[in-house]
Nanobody, 127 residues
């Protein structure tokens, strides 16, 4: 059974940093696309970042470019999201996702592209 487990969320002041982790178990996603999404209260789940299996190609939402960095350690089956210069509007539940497919730039920004999801971790940025 595939499981994705996020950790690293919490409460931070504006301008601060957090690092989210997402550990996968039950199968390997070394060659497959993985991503991060977020959902604020009363809003839809939005794309944050995605990464190819080779760790060469990444993509980001415009709202986080230059502040967030997605990375992965395939040996540990773990996905990361380094979040710097956090803003109150970054407050949301953050979800990691994994696909059974290879990375494709446009598709990887759509939640429908991913079959597997974590339970989410809360990130709260105070002003």
């Amino acid at each position: 059974q595939v499981q994705l487990v996020e950790s690293g969320g919490g409460l931070v002041q504006a301008g601060g940093s957090l690092r989210l982790s997402c550990a996968a178990s039950g199968r390997t996603f070394s060659n497959n696309a993985r991503g991060w999404f977020r959902q604020a209260p009363g809003k839809e789940r939005d794309f944050v970042a995605a990464i190819s299996g080779s760790d060469i190609t990444t993509s980001y939402a415009d709202s986080v470019k230059g502040r967030f960095t997605i990375s992965r350690d395939n040996a540990k089956s773990t996905l990361y999201l380094q979040m710097n210069s956090l803003k109150p509007e970054d407050t949301a539940v953050y979800y990691c996702a994994a696909a059974s497919k290879l990375y494709r730039y446009s598709d990887s920004q759509r939640s429908e592209f991913y079959e597997y999801w974590g339970q989410g971790t809360q990130v709260t940025v105070s002003s």
